[in-house]
């Protein structure tokens, strides 16, 4: 069966900026959904934020294995009940490809427990993308570098928690670095950053993008999904799996009334 990848769109540029209209005409996540298509293991669609839920409904969540996420002028205006609905997604499994200026999206800095902030100038400077983990399956069939020709500059420090692997670190042509390909596993959640993606230049009509993405996708996928993990299940004395005799003090149950809902489920 193949793997369901669902691209979340900002889909705002696109509306107001010519360059970015014509780079784009199919919107951002309509050009991210057509190189993914390429691979015939992932079954892709798009939602944007302007859909009810931003597209996001837990039905829609519930038949999603991989979700893409770009966007940039508008984190704020994304629900925080839908922030939550995605974090718990990813806890449970579910696999995040997080692109671009989606480093300040409430869902990622949420992720990561940090503010995910960076340098940056936008100036259509060369990016290059050096392949530094070459065994890893996210840089499969890549040279020992690749590079953009128009892209905007991100650079350290990147406020981000060390991540698990680091696939690229890119360089620019004004001097600074950044690494621009980590990934991290948040519960049994897959997450992968790649930071090219800028809307005024055809970053995804890249043929390296394109195969980084849908290597991404393939990387990220876990087809379990962990409902468990989001229980707080208390192990009762009796059922203690060595014989165990209760001793020192401990909460009444009204000391346990006041615990947050969900948490003794
Ligand atoms: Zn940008």
Known sequence: ?????????????????KAVAENYPIGMHGQIAKL???????????????????GLS?????????????????????????????MERVWQGMGLIVLHSGHHSKVFKGLMGTPANLHWREAGERERLWVVNPGHPIAKGLGEYFELEYEEMYGEPFSVPEPLETVFVS??????????????RRGAGNIFYFRPGHE???????????????NSVNWAFNA?????????????????????????????????????????K
Do not use: C
């Open 224 to 264: 379990d999904r962990h409902a468990e993990l989001m229980k707080a299940p208390n192990t009762p004395v009796a059922s203690s799996i060595e014989p165990l005799v209760e001793r020192g003090a401990k909460l009444t149950n009204a000391d346990h009334a006041g615990e947050v809902a969900g948490a003794k």
């Open 1 to 17: 069966m193949a793997i369901r990848a669902l691209v979340w769109g900002e889909n705002l540029h696109e509306q107001k900026n």
């Open 36 to 54: 993914l298509s390429e691979d015939k293991n992932i079954s892709v669609s798009t939602v944007t934020l302007q859909d009810p839920e931003h």
């Open 171 to 184: 360089w620019f042509q004004g001097g600074e670095v950044f690494r621009s390909g980590l990934t991290y």
């Open 200 to 214: 005024t230049y055809p970053t995804y009509h890249d043929a390296n993008v394109g195969k980084v993405l849908r």
């Open 58 to 86: 837990e039905a829609r969540l519930n038949e999603t294995d991989v979700l893409l996420w770009w966007g940039h002028a508008a984190h704020d205006m994304v629900d925080d009940v839908i922030v939550k609905r995605v």
